[in-house]
Every structure is written in structure tokens, then in C-alpha cells.
């Protein structure tokens, strides 16, 4: 029995897994009125709810700290803050309960998680805040086809939204605002083979906004249709390229419906299968890196407490998808 943690950003999850089976999810977040994130104040959140959090998620599971094997938690990417609340949580409960702890990518996370649907080897179409990428297994590694080249997809709206006075997540506002209208308005399309970027839509946007000629519906509505068109054509291109068969979505950003009929339709066009999480799961989460961290535990990863290696354990924030090692698949 596996408890994952996750801190890279705004919420606190911890996960209960055993044998690829989910006990718990728990998990708080930190949000805003207006304003986005600010690290400080998240990473006090998560120091705040650790204790209820895991008790809640022992509860749920019925099971106590005595029956956990091994602790898993997110290593990076993510906000230095963030993460090191979440190390020293992990590792005064490794200490505690005198288990390894295994660290995880929370990108590669959000993948593996991918595979409780089902998924064999997909194509992973990862929408979240901070990140946007095109992911897929080959020759040994997880390699990025296609990525943002500036902002991630959900800190995309997130500004915008928050530039209309919409506050933090904006995701879910922006959706039910563009659910009112049918009334495309023309926006820049920007994509670079797999690569896309968003900070000249994000600007003519804001500029549209603020000139007061044009609804929000319009506007959140045309945003969605433009910018989700992208990351499908990014993924369909990398379906083709990789001669893959599976689509999985992952990240916040894939709860929306749009971005998931988009892609449900790519992929029976092509005769690909789609899978998508639940909700739950496509949010950060302890679950998925207590699942991708059972993985890495059996294929032996594993640094106990009262080893150097374990004194040594540190955040890596700025790990990229394609440095992690597979050596569990
Ligand atoms: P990561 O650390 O993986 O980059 P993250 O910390 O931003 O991710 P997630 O929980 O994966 O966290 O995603 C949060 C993002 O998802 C926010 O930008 C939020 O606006 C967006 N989001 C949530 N629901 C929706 C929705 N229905 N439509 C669009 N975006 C959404
Ligand atoms: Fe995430």
C-alpha cells in the first residue's frame, strides 16, 4: 500500500493506491477571490491542511499509517515553496514510519494515471496551468512531441479570466460563460508544427475585452474554440507521427467538456481510442502519484530513511519530462 503526496502548486493531495487500486483522494486547494497564486501563501496552505488532509485520506481508505509501505510525492516541476512543504511532509512521515520514500514527476503522473482507464502506451494531450504538453513513450523515455512555447494552456485563461475580473481558477468560469454563445470571433491561431504558444492570443484578447465592444460569452466561447483546436491538431500530429492508437487527456484543463468532445471526435475520425479520467484524477492529486510511485516501488526504486541518499532528497522544480528515467514500464 502505497500514500502519495502531491504539492507542486496549489493543492494539497495525498492518495492511498494498492495494487493499481484507488482506497483515497483526498485533497485541499488553494484559491482566490481575485489575483492568481501566490507561492508563499499556497505552500502555507499545504503546511496547514497536511495533517487533515492525511487523516482524512486514512479514513477513507480504512486503513492506518501502519499498513503504508512506502511514501510517494512530487518531486517537480513545480513551485519551490510548494514543493518543499511537500518533501518535509513526506519525509518526517518516511522517518515516522520508518518506509521509503519515492519520488515522482508529477508530469509523468498525470500520464500513468492515464493508464487506470485502460491506456496501454498513448498519447498523453497534458492541458494544465503551468503545463502543456504533447507526451508519449519512446525508445526508453517519456519524449515531448509538442509543447507550449510560452505559457501553459490553463494559466492562459486563468489570466484572462482574472483580467476580466473573473478570479482564480478561471477554467471552470470560462467554460460556463462560452457554454452561452455560438458567436465565433476570428482570434490568431498560433501553432508551430506540435509546438503552440498563446501569449498573442492572450494579448488580442485583453485588448477585445477591454475595447467593450464584444461580449465575454463571445469572447470565452471563441477562446476555447481556438485554443483547444490547437492542442487537438498538436495531439492528432503527434498520433500520426508516433503511429499510436490511445489519446489520454490529463491536467485541469482536460475537465473541460469542449476540449473533450474536440478530442473524442479526433480520435474516432482516425480510429483512435479515448480515454479520460475522471475529473478527480485529471486535477492535481495525491492518487496519481501514489500509482505512478507504486510503479516505481516494485521496479525498485525505493530510498529508505537513514541513507545518504535520503538526506539528501530535494525538490527538483524544474524537472523536465524528458529527464526522469523510466525503468518501471
Ligand atoms: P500543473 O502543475 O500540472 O501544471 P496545475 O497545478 O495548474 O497543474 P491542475 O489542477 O492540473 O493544476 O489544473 C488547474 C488548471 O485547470 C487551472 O488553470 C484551471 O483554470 C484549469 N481548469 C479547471 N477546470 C477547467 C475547465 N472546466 N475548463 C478549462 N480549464 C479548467
Ligand atoms: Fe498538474
Known amino acids: 500500500m502505497i500514500l502519495g503526496i502531491e504539492s507542486t502548486a496549489h493543492t494539497l493531495g495525498v492518495g492511498i493506491v494498492k495494487n493499481g487500486k484507488i482506497l483515497a483522494n483526498v485533497k485541499d486547494s488553494y484559491t482566490t477571490e481575485r489575483g492568481g497564486i501566490i507561492p508563499l501563501d499556497a505552500a502555507k496552505h499545504h503546511k496547514e491542511f497536511s ?19 512506502a511514501i510517494a510525492f512530487s518531486q517537480g516541476p513545480g513551485l519551490s515553496p510548494c ?55 519512446s525508445g526508453g523515455k517519456y519524449r515531448v512531441f509538442g509543447e507550449t512555447l510560452d505559457i501553459g494552456v490553463g494559466n492562459f ?34 501553432i508551430k508544427g506540435m509546438d503552440v504558444s498563446f501569449s498573442g492570443i492572450q494579448t488580442k484578447l485583453k485588448q477585445m475585452f477591454d475595447s467593450k465592444k464584444y461580449k465575454l460569452e463571445d469572447l470565452s466561447f471563441s477562446l476555447q474554440e481556438t485554443v483547444f483546436a490547437m492542442l487537438i491538431e498538436s ?69 529508505k530513511p537513514g541513507s545518504k541518499e535520503f538526506e539528501k532528497l530535494d525538490i527538483l522544480p524544474r524537472q523536465r519530462t524528458d529527464d526522469v528515467i523510466v525503468n518501471w514500464r
Open 51 to 69: 495533517g487533515i488532509i492525511l487523516s482524512k485520506a486514512l479514513v477513507d481508505a480504512g486503513v492506518s499509517l501502519k499498513d503504508i509501505k
Open 157 to 190: 485563461i486563468d489570466t484572462f479570466a482574472r483580467h476580466c475580473g473573473l478570479g482564480f481558477p478561471g477554467g471552470p468560469k470560462i467554460q460556463e460563460l462560452a457554454s452561452k454563445s455560438k458567436n465565433y470571433i476570428e482570434l490568431p491561431y498560433s
Open 235 to 303: 495531439s492528432e500530429r503527434a498520433l500520426a507521427h508516433t503511429e499510436k492508437k490511445e489519446l489520454v487527456l490529463g491536467g485541469g484543463v482536460a475537465c473541460n467538456t469542449r476540449l473533450q468532445e474536440m478530442a473524442k471526435i479526433m480520435c474516432k475520425e482516425r480510429g483512435a481510442k479515448f480515454y479520460a479520467p475522471d475529473n478527480s484524477l485529471l486535477v492535481d492529486n495525491g492518487t496519481m502519484i501514489a500509482f505512478t510511485g507504486e510503479m516505481l516501488f516494485k521496479a525498485g526504486v525505493k530510498i
Open 83 to 137: 514543493l518543499l512543504e511537500g518533501v518535509m511532509f513526506a519525509k518526517k512521515l518516511a522517518l515516522e514510519l520508518n518506509v521509503p520514500l519515492v519520488p515522482v514527476n508529477h508530469c509523468v503522473a498525470h500520464l500513468e494515471i492515464g493508464k487506470i482507464t485502460g491506456a496501454r502506451d498513448p498519447v498523453l494531450l497534458y492541458a494544465s496551468g503551468a503545463n502543456t504538453q504533447i507526451i508519449a513513450y
